[in-house]
């Protein structure tokens, strides 16, 4: 189905307030919701295949704690999960394109405007470069 609500998330504090938010738009517009995690190590030299697949495996278990986060809020709101062998901002991109997203939800980037300058901004990155709407959700 076209027009999915795709969410960025991470586990982190920001990641799950965009949740709620996001449970919310998906059941209002009747819309099933992506839950994207991208686990791509970012490139330190080496071999990091194993670092992949540990932290795909740390992805699994985020989202399915996020599916059953979704279900006690809305168990209306049907839910897939995406794990994408990609970094987040891509991932998260790469998937609003595949499923023809009616919106990306985000939490907004922790840690300050030095470490978005010096790390990048998932949620910077997607603001600027997405083609679809993007709801970012603050930090409460």
Known sequence: MAGEIVLGYDGEEGSQAALRTAVTVAGAFHRPLVIVFGYAPAPIGGE??????????IGKQITSAAVNAV????????????LVNDRPAEAILRAADQYDAFAIIVGAAGGGPLRGALLGST??????RS???VVVVPTP
């Open 131 to 133: 083609t679809r709407p």
């Open 71 to 82: 279900k006690e809020l809305d168990a209306s709101v049907t839910t897939e999960v995406a």
């Open 123 to 128: 949620t910077y990155q997607i603001v600027h």
């Open 48 to 57: 990091v295949a194993d670092l992949a697949r540990a932290v795909e495996d």
